[in-house]
């Protein structure tokens, strides 16, 4: 499933991306479709490699990736550092919670609801937040973050530490629900689909440009008169409804939501996965989820300590590729390309 | 809740406070002057604890435990500081991140590797096991009280090392302006390397003298970063007074929320209510701090550059 992805990577703009295009017309444009459909197909086939077991791990790298995709909205387009998005997936998750505790069973309200809180979350972080620069940005948005984390801690008529089982999944709606064990999968990769699709365009037009540019100079475009602080809050708060969008979704996946999901470290751990894919790169988000939670899943396997390979790894990458993996596999498009 | 009551939480956050500023010291020292955000540092301090924590349990010495590990802590982080830290001084703040993360999954693995997955139990040195009456009627652990003192103690020997020597002059040089010190000639690479080491001993001081009043496990490196991050933002960060003065700050909010705030809120609201929200906010109250202060004073209360 990497594979795809690599050769993905190179249809970015660039030399490498025209060198790509001239020696596979089309290649570069279909191949998006291709890993799609190879997702969409995974349920059906996995049975047959005796891989049943992987169709929830990949729907919750699908989740995670839409996390991830709006970080690197914000961190690689929009040079914001947050270290404190896991709080707005907990907020998701737990707007799940409080629906379900009242009542609610519709899956569409609860997770429209999760992104709908999540970015109202986020209005009110973002808005604090962003007055703040460099380090101590990092800094607020992990200190906001850690609040909600509290916060969730405390509240016991949702499971407190202990988390809240949901025991009933949530309703799809008419024909959806029980028309096959795997729905839930394509309605998340569906998703994931639109989110990504979504973000990639937004990147390119012009208020990504802008983005960009507020990223590399923030002076300049203060001078050329762009509201600067609106612009960046809008895309934190984006970002913010995205990721609470993906917390509702991983409330579903686990039917269980705990105060962890929006401890710091997964904060961290998502900041890294991104800067591990490329932070600002197209396919970044989404190949380092993939590799990331694969490696982890693999490891898992055959030793209690696959922490230190990963930690490892983080090395290597700041160290050989600090890029990124997507800049890795775009770069060796273009070596290839000039041969 | 009585003035007794009182006296021994505000001595107990005396003593976090003053465990949490030889953390952060070394933090926003190395953060000031070499502009290296090290979420490893955490990991210097679970050493400390670990190491105090078996060689106490060997040797029954507590004094020799907290030798050997604030040495065996300098020696892995000058090792750690050859191999890695010193290639990330001039990188991207979050490209520090990334690797220093990467330092911790690693540590965390070898602790797991060297001493298991169970927390280890630290006592208390047997001389220093029982309480102490402070005045009539306050018996006060003695232990508790070593923490005091040698908090103070190291508080005030930084204070004279970072203020009265030569050293100590050319780190702060270091902290004001990095390039203006460099071009009057000091050697930057021997400067940092020091206060690497520097700080990776007061972590693992802290580490070894909190062993006995903590669970000694994996995790609790990065359950120390937080707090001691926000003690430094807090102060200012670079600034080794803002540290101190942010550091108490922090642990006598914490303790005092902790301990107040729950009884204050059964006081007013009702006792569900109240129940739910009084951890919660004792819980928030530092980081509540900090937004305030950050939003009143960007850089912190003692921005070390000028």
Do not use: C
Request: avoid cysteine; hydrophobic fraction near 60%; charged fraction near 10%.
């Amino acid at each position: 499933m990497l594979e795809p992805t690599s050769q993905g990577a190179s249809s970015a703009p660039g030399a490498a991306a025209a060198v790509t295009h001239a020696r596979f017309p089309g290649l570069a444009r279909r191949l998006p479709w291709l890993v799609l459909a190879l997702l969409a197909a995974f349920p059906l086939l996995a049975p047959a490699f005796g891989l049943e077991y992987y169709v929830g791990f990949v729907r919750r790298v699908l989740i995670v990736a839409i996390a991830a995709t709006s970080l690197n909205f914000i961190l690689g387009y929009g040079g914001m550092a947050a270290l404190g998005h896991a709080g707005f997936i907990g907020v998701g998750a737990y707007t799940v919670v409080a629906l379900v505790e009242a009542g609610f069973s519709s899956a569409w309200l609860a997770w429209g609801s999760a992104a709908l809180v999540a970015g109202l979350a986020a209005a009110a972080i973002g808005a604090v937040s962003l007055r703040t620069r460099g380090v101590y940005f990092i800094m607020i948005t992990l200190a906001f973050a850690q609040m909600l984390y509290y916060l969730a801690v405390s509240l016991r008529t949702w499971g407190g530490d202990d988390g809240y089982g949901l025991y009933t999944p949530l309703e799809l709606g008419a024909w959806l629900d029980g028309a096959h064990a795997q729905v839930f999968y394509w309605v998340v990769l569906v998703i994931a689909a639109a989110v990504f699709a979504l973000f990639s365009r937004v990147a390119h037009s012009r208020y990504g440009h802008a983005l960009r540019g507020i990223r590399d100079n923030e002076m300049r475009m203060v001078a050329l008169g762009y509201p600067v602080y609106g612009l960046k809050l809008a895309g934190f708060v984006a970002a913010g409804a995205v990721a609470g969008l993906a917390g509702g979704l991983l409330a579903s996946h686990n039917a269980f939501v705990s105060p962890s999901i929006m401890h710091w470290t997964q904060s961290a751990l998502l900041l890294v996965m991104v800067m591990l894919g490329g932070a600002g790169r197209r396919w970044g988000a989404p190949l380092g989820v993939a590799l990331w939670l694969t490696l982890e899943e693999v490891l898992k396997l055959y030793t209690d300590y696959w922490h230190w390979p990963l930690g490892l790894l983080l090395l290597l990458v700041v160290f050989h590729a600090p890029q990124g993996v997507a800049a890795l596999l775009e770069r060796r498009g273009g070596r290839e390309g000039a041969r | 809740m009585d003035a007794i009551f009182v006296f021994e939480q505000l001595l107990n956050g005396l003593g976090y406070g003053l465990m949490l500023f030889l953390i952060a010291a070394g933090l926003t020292l190395v953060f000031g002057i070499m502009d290296t955000m090290n979420l490893a540092h955490g990991s210097l301090y679970m050493a400390g604890a670990y190491v105090a924590a078996r060689v106490h349990e060997a040797s029954g010495a507590f004094a020799l435990a907290v030798a050997v590990a604030v040495g065996v802590t300098v020696a892995i982080a000058a090792v750690v500081e050859f191999v890695v830290i010193r290639r990330l001084y001039r990188r991207d703040h979050l490209v520090q991140v990334l690797a220093t993360f990467g330092i911790i999954l690693i540590a965390d693995d070898a602790v797991k590797a060297i001493w298991g997955v169970a927390p280890l139990l630290a006592s208390t040195p047997a001389a220093l096991a029982g309480p102490v009456d402070l005045f009539q009627g306050l018996p006060y652990p003695s232990y508790r009280l070593l923490l005091i003192g040698a908090g103070l103690a190291v508080a005030l020997g930084l204070y004279l090392l970072v203020n009265k020597t030569r050293i100590g002059m050319l780190v702060r040089a270091g902290a004001s302006n990095r390039q203006m010190a460099e071009h009057m000639g000091v050697r930057v690479g021997g400067v940092f390397a020091f206060v690497f080491a520097l700080g990776a001993a007061l972590a693992a001081l802290a580490g070894a003298l909190m062993a006995p009043i903590s669970a000694v496990q994996i995790g609790m490196g990065e359950a120390i970063l937080i707090p001691a991050l926000v003690v430094i933002v807090i102060g200012g960060i670079g600034s080794v007074r803002g540290a101190f003065v942010a550091a108490l700050l922090v642990g006598m909010v914490d303790t005092a929320g902790r301990a107040f705030l729950p009884p204050a809120l059964r006081a007013v609201l009702p006792p569900s209510v109240a129940a739910d929200l009084g951890p919660a906010l004792a819980g928030i109250a530092m980081y509540v701090l900090m937004a305030a202060v950050l939003t009143l004073k960007p850089a912190g209360l003692f921005p070390a550059r000028g």
